[in-house]
């Protein structure tokens, strides 16, 4: 089992900053890619950003500029600092992660989600 625990979110001023982390733990053999996700009110989740092993990152257009994603392999984790933020990025942020297991296969797996909320 592998688990995935989030922190760093909270209610910032548009125009502010916040860094969330992701550290993820248990019976990992390989980490193929870790990023995040999130869900605004009625919306549906959407990608962030993501960092695959060997270094390819992608952002959401409308975070690009803004948003940067880092990981550290040798803890498996992964940090978003998020600058400039704006009201509409107010939502639920997910950590995500594809985990190779040691008995075989890829797998999903989700933080519990952490609330970041942008006051206008």
């Known amino acids: 089992q592998v688990q995935l625990v989030e922190s760093g979110g909270g209610l910032v001023q548009a125009g502010g900053s916040l860094r969330l982390s992701c550290a993820a733990s248990?019976?990992?053999?390989?980490?193929?890619?870790m990023g995040w996700y999130r869900q605004a009110p009625g919306k549906q989740r959407e990608l962030v950003a993501v960092?695959?092993?060997?270094?390819?990152?992608n952002y959401a257009d409308s975070v690009k500029g803004r948003f940067t994603i880092s990981r550290d392999t040798t803890k498996n984790t992964v940090w978003l600092q998020m600058n400039s933020l704006k009201s509409e990025d107010t939502a639920v942020y997910y950590c995500?992660?594809?985990?190779?297991?040691?008995?075989?296969?890829?797998?999903?797996?989700w933080g519990q989600g952490t609330q970041v909320t942008v006051s206008s």
């Open positions: 995500n992660a594809v985990v190779g297991q040691y008995s075989g296969g890829y797998y999903d797996y």
């Open positions: 248990g019976s990992i053999f390989r980490i193929n890619a």
């Open positions: 960092i695959v092993t060997g270094g390819n990152i």
